[in-house]
């Protein structure tokens, strides 16, 4: 499985962007597909987290301003951010568990100027 993360960007403090991550085999069988993020000198953290079911799950930090969904029929992982905030800036990865097979996108960069 192939993902290619897009839709970051340079955003003012208070703004919104979407990302997406477009896979390259149905995500159907996918169980668990998640967002992650890394800020320079910082380990990489999960953001949110979708299970083929819906169940999704966020971090304290992004719950109330983000939104996880994916779309089965187009193989495609979304991330709604509202409200940025400066501390937001990161490098944004997307990650797919299928079975024993866990696979990464190549991140797309998010900047958030206050």
């Known amino acids: 499985v192939q993902l290619q993360a897009s839709g970051g960007g340079l955003v003012q403090a208070g703004g919104s962007l979407r990302l997406s991550c477009a896979a390259s085999?149905?995500?159907?069988?996918?169980?668990?597909m998640g967002w992650y993020r890394q800020a320079p000198g910082k380990q990489r953290e999960l953001v949110a987290s979708?299970?083929?079911?819906?169940?999704?799950a966020y971090a304290d930090s992004v719950k109330g301003r983000s939104t996880i969904s994916r779309d089965n029929a187009e193989n495609t992982l979304y991330l709604q951010m509202n409200s940025l905030k400066p501390e937001d800036t990161a490098v944004y990865y997307c990650?797919?568990?299928?079975?024993?097979?866990?696979?990464w996108g190549q991140g797309t960069q998010v900047t958030v100027s206050s």
């Open positions: 085999t149905s995500i159907t069988s996918i169980a668990d």
């Open positions: 979708i299970s083929n079911l819906g169940n999704t």
């Open positions: 990650k797919a568990r299928r079975l024993f097979n866990v696979y």
